[in-house]
């Protein structure tokens, strides 16, 4: 028996994390067990519980995916019956959901156990995801929550390495969720710069956090002008994750404005509500390195991340302008709400330049990335066909699913500007504004091997359900991690 702890709770939660243990059998002190019931009411082989079906069906228990009952049993214990579906089709999703199911009922207990690998094979790495991110809650210092109760999760029937891997998995997306749901004003892009340092320190990764004058230096001008109208100061971010003989080099570019009001193209009230989350990309490339070198990943990986605020002041730029990228393409700025890509253009154009054999990015990008596929499923447009299949293929393994949509050639001359390179947005009509958007961020990837993760929708979720809490999702932190872990 192997134990690993994951830390569910938030950065400001210093509680004890949740142990998860793999065993053979159910521990003797359980206090709640949870079991995988197929849709016609039974019971895998070696579930290990009785459960009264004629008792179930008359609780309208049927089984499905997600779906739970709690039984109590004759010695004070409580049997949770979890839904998996039908028998030949429990996968990742349907485990991750009866494993959050399982967290939802586990009430006042603190040694909780489950035989939910028997539904698939053995597989438990997504129940641990599962029940980590559904026992997830944030505090922000003012706002208390109740102590979690939960103390221990024994998976029963299951590899240590996979339990691992779960809780790695749930630590990082747990810790995306976190800087995502804190406030815009105590997670500015210094304290952002300040965390990663310290996570980095912990695994003895390279970090290096440059300041405004070094941004200035380095000619990233898309970063420093959206910047500009910002009293807190941009960082850029890189992170760096360096094994030995390493299979792949894969860099990861992420989205980092703390809060965008829309700069002088200022949004609606209702619209900022919750542009604290709009550095959601950056919280999941930076966890996910960090979940590459927790799990010794055989793949080198170096994380990039602009941050700033966009805000509107008497030194903001203005629709207009012209800023100069790193890589020397002139922007012409006609919206600047239209920011995420110009800090990524810098991004971007660093991350060509150590030649990596392939790199994806992830930003919070477009409205209408939530208009097309809604907020249950992210955009994924690319320039290399098997690095696309290689993201979606991650994204269904996480349970984060992604759409490929077409990186369309004939769209790109509406992006033609009379005075500079490239400008930052149309000027005719409101269309296909996630494509439009990714043919910018083509512009700076100099032809290398390049997907774009667009998850402007569902990296917030507006309630409870499954696996997600109200507020930030991390989404795009697994994707990433999976991704990984099959160059590996």
Known sequence: MTDTASRPATTTDRSAPIRFVD?????????????????????????GARLDVAFLRRCGFEGRPGQARAVPADDGTTVVALGVGK????????????????????????????????????????????????????????????????????????????????AVAAEATARARDWV?????????????????????????????????RIAAEGLGGLGGVAAGAV????????EYRPRSPRARVALVGKGITFDSGGLSLKTAAG?????????GAAAVINATLAAADLALPVAVTAWVSATENMPSGTAIRPGDVLVARNGTTIEVLNTDAEGRLV?????????????????????????????????????????????????????????????????????????????????????????????????LEEFVDGRSWAHLDIAAPSWSDSDEGLLTKGGTGWGTRT???????WA
């Open 480 to 486: 990433l991690i999976e991704m990984l872990a099959a």
């Open 181 to 213: 749901n804190t406030p815009a004003r105590d997670l500015t892009p210094t304290r952002l710069g300040a965390l990663t340092e310290e996570l980095a320190r912990e695994r003895g990764l390279r970090v290096e956090v440059w300041d405004e004058r």
């Open 344 to 440: 990524l253009a810098d991004a971007l154009s660093l991350a060509v330049e150590e030649e990596p054999d392939a790199i994806v990015d992830v930003a919070t990008l477009t409205g209408g990335q939530r208009v097309a596929l809604g907020s249950g499923v992210a955009a994924v447009l690319a320039n290399d066909d098997a690095l696309a299949a290689k993201v979606t293929a991650a994204g269904d393994a996480a349970g984060e699913p992604a759409w490929r949509l077409p990186l369309v050639a004939a769209y790109r001359k509406r992006l033609d500007s009379e005075v500079a390179d490239i400008k930052n947005v149309t000027t005719g009509a409101a269309e296909a504004s996630t494509i439009i958007a990714a043919l910018f």
């Open 272 to 280: 900022m509500m919750t542009m604290k989350s709009d550095m959601g």
């Open 23 to 47: 065993a053979d059998e159910v521990p003797a002190d359980a206090e709640v067990l949870g079991v995988p019931v197929f849709d016609d009411l039974t019971l895998p082989v070696g579930a």
């Open 232 to 239: 807190e100061p941009a960082r850029l971010i890189k992170l």
């Open 87 to 166: 028998g030949d089709r429990v996968d990742g999703d349907v485990l991750r959901r009866a494993g959050a199911a399982l967290a939802r009922h586990a009430g006042a207990a603190a040694k909780v156990a489950t035989t939910l690998p028997a539904a698939a094979g053995g597989m438990a790495a997504p129940v641990v995801e599962g029940f980590a991110l559904g026992s997830y809650r944030f505090e922000d210092g003012r706002r208390r929550v109740q102590p979690r109760a939960v103390e221990q999760l024994t998976v029963v029937g299951a590899r240590a390495d996979d339990v691992r891997r779960g």
